[in-house]
């Protein structure tokens, strides 16, 4: 099948005008671009500190986790966060318009399968406290802590 860039424009502005209709359904819209950046520039900046982070898109059925993954560090950080969204190389599952983004969490802890039959899941954690000290710094954001870990809402 043949690249049509024409069909990708009338796609994405079908996901945007659906993801737009989903979020109207929300108390509150709590993000927009700039704190989406400022808030993934902190992580960049804090990047030692987070090992997996779960991102919920308006219209995705289940959020996508990163897999022990790292923010890049901050001075590659335009060639990935950019005015709108973040580029495929930072999340897994594609291209993320930040207003597309319902949350980011920040899990406690995780079960990491071993791959192999009869030997048990680990268990792993990160410091979600510390986290938050680290990436909330100077910016106003809606968000809980709880025993599952730090939420940042974009809508609520």
Not at 105 to 130: E, H, L, M, N, Y
Request: glycine share 8%; proline share 6%; aromatic share 12%.
């Amino acid at each position: 099948m043949a690249f049509d860039p024409e069909e990708l424009r009338i796609q994405a502005q079908r996901r945007d005008r659906e993801c737009r209709r989903i979020a109207s359904s929300f108390s509150g819209c709590f993000m927009n671009d700039t704190k989406w950046r400022k808030l993934f520039h902190a992580c960049c900046l804090n990047r030692e500190l987070i090992v997996r982070c779960c991102l919920k898109e308006l219209d995705a059925p289940q959020p996508t986790c990163s897999r022990d993954y790292l923010f890049p560090a901050v001075d590659r950080f335009s060639q990935s966060f950019w005015d709108t969204g973040m580029g495929e190389v930072v999340w897994p599952s594609g291209f993320v318009v930040y207003r597309h983004i319902a949350w980011i969490r920040f899990p406690r802890t995780w079960t990491v399968p071993r791959g192999k039959p009869g030997v048990p899941a680990a268990i792993t954690g990160q410091d979600v406290d510390q986290i938050a000290v680290a990436v909330l710094v100077g910016g106003s954001f809606e968000t809980s802590i709880d025993g599952d870990g730090l939420t940042i809402y974009g809508y609520r």
